[in-house]
């Protein structure tokens, strides 16, 4: 029972570290070696739970997809669509000073990998982290009220206005800026969403 849970916890240690270190100083120059030490486990120990860098990787992305449908499910306790919506426009700033400093978690690590060569199982495997935010905003949507078509398209400008934001405020180290476009990434959509309620059935 306890080799178990010390292999369980190790393993998950190491998935934490990982995920900090990509945040911080990106995938590509994250060994393993780097992340044997952040979680204070032995170089030996990792290739036992992770054989090459591409399993911790999967492993990392697996922990975020897992954290996202926490956040979703959070904020589905509202039973206002445009409120949970709300709810992920303003999640950056949560994190205000991780976003400057480092980026978006999510938005850095997808734009890393898609510099791997075109095959890697890693690209697809990081763009459903985005594409998660977009079916999850399509989903609140359709919920309000917008056709299938409008609520994707609606939904890829949201999460391509979020990512940006995030982008913009972490290159120019401000946080002014992200809490100010992101405000205005809120007031557009609450426009949106007024205009449907006003247009004739």
């Known amino acids: 029972m306890t080799r178990a849970y010390d292999s369980t916890t190790k393993r998950a ?63 589905e306790s509202s039973t206002d669509p445009l409120e949970r919506l709300t709810h992920l426009i303003r999640a950056p700033l949560g994190a205000v000073e991780s976003v400057i400093r480092f980026g978006c978690p999510h938005g850095s690590l997808c734009q890393e990998l898609e510099k791997l060569e075109d095959d890697s199982p890693l690209i697809k495997a990081g763009a459903s982290l985005l594409l998660a935010y977009i079916d999850w905003a399509h989903n609140q949507l359709q919920l309000l009220g917008f056709h299938s078509e409008t609520a994707r398209d609606l939904a890829e400008q949201l999460v391509a206005a979020i990512q940006g934001t995030m982008l913009l405020a972490h290159t120019l180290r401000s946080p002014e800026l992200l809490a100010r476009q992101l405000s205005r990434v809120e007031a557009w959509l609450k426009f949106e969403v007024a205009s449907l309620q006003r247009s004739p059935a």
């Open 13 to 75: 240690e190491l998935i934490r570290a990982a995920k900090e270190l990509f945040h911080q100083q990106g995938f590509h120059k994250t060994t393993l070696d780097n992340v044997a030490k952040k979680a204070s486990v032995p170089l030996g120990n990792v290739h036992y739970y992770f054989e090459t860098k591409q399993a911790l990787a999967e492993a990392v992305i697996a922990s975020h997809s897992q954290g996202l449908r926490e956040a979703f499910a959070f904020w």
